[in-house]
């Protein structure tokens, strides 16, 4: 179906609607092939409204009962003050289409059970700046577990179960995330390098969005959580900051997923959540031509901060010690200072923002001691002096241990 009459299926109206919440979704989705009994929104995410939508009739030859619609405004969902163009929704698209996902899949499969999956985009309209796609979430036992049950990977890597098995399961999602974002960055730098810059380039919103919430933003955050930060180092990080700055701004080298983290990863066991059937990577709209540091430096920030605040045993020192190894054998990695900075700059960011979070177990106190860890990764001759230092990934695995072991106050 062409954009042309995918717009003129959905459209109800010739201005475009901001679809910000699900009664709006409802009408707008009324008397076509997506129209919902019930529209829940989905907030996990902060770059766009999403939701679910419970259908009329099921769709498709697999007769799916739910589906995901995202409307894309002209700012972060989560943080309006943030600007963020609404053609995001092109580059998610052509993403999720125009990528050989189903080659990955098969090489992948040769490695590594369980399987590796994308959603399947069932329309676009760009007119509103929507569109519709495969919801990929396993249908829990009852209806309010949609909340929270069926998105976050964090559920498992956070929940109870016997510590062998979920160790065990970790290392298996770390295994194919490494092949995925590896894979994914060998075919954008050398397989076919030329298609995903036609493909990609241009999303220079993603790039802005990306240096101004992870470079510009860090030694304000720093300050504003009481992290004791003295002029020479304060000097340090903007010099640094800078030069990643620019870094992404021209060293357009391949392509990246430009938002991979855990929240972005959707878990499908068995019925009986014993056995991990598969792993899928969601949420595209940040996809663009980068230096590959940006999305493996933005996963170690994440799981770096979970297994600090959140977690309770290794899984989370399993998960990227798998990742880490696996993505090696795919990707050739020669900037490792660029990728354990730009972990520490996403820490100094988002560290502050999970205080006070209810999905969070950090508090003030916590945070300045989880910020002061994470400035070892970053490179810079106040921090490279020392012996805190952190300049390889066997010291990052080993720096998430004394973690998890008290080692640090």
């Not at 699900?22 to 529209?39: C, G, I, M, R, W």
């Not at 894309?72 to 092109?90: K, M, W």
């Not at 798998?322 to 900037?335: E, G, M, Q, R, S």
């Amino acid at each position: 179906m062409s954009s042309r009459k995918i717009s003129q299926t959905l459209s109800i109206c010739t201005d475009r609607i901001a679809l910000t919440n699900p009664e709006l979704v409802k009408s707008f989705v009324a008397s076509t092939a997506f129209e919902a009994t019930n529209v829940k929104r989905i907030n996990l995410g902060s770059t766009n409204f999403t939701y679910r939508l419970f259908l009329a009739k099921p769709y498709g030859p697999k007769e799916q009962k739910t589906a995901i619609l995202k409307y894309a405004a002209a700012y972060l969902a989560g943080e309006p003050d943030v600007p963020f163009s609404p053609n995001r929704q092109t580059y998610e698209c052509r993403a999720l289409e125009r990528i050989p996902w189903d080659i990955f899949a098969v090489e992948i499969g040769r490695i590594q059970s369980p399987s590796f999956r994308i959603p399947q985009l069932y329309l676009e309209d760009p007119e509103h700046a929507v569109c519709i796609m495969q919801d990929v979430a396993t249908p829990p036992s009852s209806v309010a577990g949609w909340e929270e049950e069926t998105h976050s990977a964090r559920v498992f890597f956070e929940g109870t179960m016997d510590l062998e098995k979920k160790y065990v399961i970790s290392r298996q999602i770390g295994t194919v995330l490494g092949l995925f974002l590896g894979k994914l960055h060998h075919w954008g730098t050398d397989i076919d390098h030329s298609l995903a810059t036609r493909l990609f380039k241009d999303n220079d919103s993603a790039r802005t969005v990306t240096i101004r919430t992870t470079f510009r933003d860090l030694v304000p955050g720093l300050k504003n959580s009481k992290y004791p930060l003295g002029d020479v180092q304060r000097g340090e990080i903007l010099h640094l900051m800078q030069r990643m700055e620019d870094e992404v701004h021209s060293h357009l080298d391949t392509l990246t997923m430009g938002d991979f983290w855990p929240g972005n990863i959707v878990l499908n066991f068995t019925h009986n959540s014993t056995e991990l059937v598969c792993v899928n990577v969601i949420d595209w709209e940040f996809a663009t031509m980068a230096p590959a540091f940006t999305d493996v430096g933005h996963f170690i920030g994440e799981v770096f901060m979970n297994n600090y605040f959140e977690a309770t045993d290794d899984v989370y020192i399993n998960l990227i010690e798998a990742f880490l190894t696996t993505y090696k054998t795919c990707f050739t990695v020669n900037d490792t200072s660029n990728i354990l900075s730009y972990a520490a700059a996403h820490i100094g960011c988002f560290a502050p923002k999970r205080v006070g979070s209810l999905r969070s177990k950090a508090d003030p106190q916590s945070c300045i001691s989880c910020l002061k860890q994470a400035m070892n990764l970053m490179n810079i001759p106040s921090i490279r002096c020392t012996r805190s230092a952190v300049t390889t990934f066997e010291e990052l695995i080993r720096s998430m241990r004394q973690q998890r072991n008290g080692d640090f106050a």
